[in-house]
């Protein structure tokens, strides 16, 4: 029972940066474990960031790690993710999505996912 909203897409030069936001309309949000993933044309969706109920614990993807951070503010329903050095291979419409249940450590494919956003578009341009 959440609705989940990206927004803050667009282009961008390379080495630049973008910060998306993902707004829950939902209750208990921070009873959700919310991630970040990321699908380019012709390829399958790609985990990008993940982050724990409280915040404690986060996992990157290792093309991103040292790059990109996902945050969240548990008190305005919001999950971000700021991406700094963007490169053209991050061009990819960007998905938040909501788990349930207590912290895991596995959260590197959509099946884990039960709710989510319609993407927002970034691209990077050379």
């Known amino acids: 029972q959440v609705k989940l909203v990206e927004s803050g897409g667009g282009l961008v030069q390379a080495g630049g940066s973008l910060r998306l936001s993902c707004a829950a309309d939902g209750r208990a949000f921070s009873d959700y474990v919310m991630g970040w993933f990321r699908q380019a044309p012709g390829k399958e969706r790609e985990f990008v960031a993940v982050?724990?109920?409280?915040?404690?614990?986060?996992n990157y993807a290792d093309s991103v790690k040292g790059r990109f951070t996902i945050s969240r503010g548990n008190s305005k329903n919001t999950v971000y993710l700021q991406m700094n050095t963007l490169k053209p291979a991050d061009t990819a419409d960007y998905l938040c999505?909501?788990?349930?249940?207590?912290?895991?450590?596995?959260?590197?494919?959509?099946?884990?996912?039960?709710?989510w956003g319609q993407g927002t578009q970034v691209t990077v341009s050379s």
């Open positions: 999505a909501a788990a349930g249940g207590p912290w895991s450590g596995t959260y590197f494919t959509s099946q884990r996912f039960d709710y």
């Open positions: 982050i724990s109920r409280r915040g404690l614990y986060t």
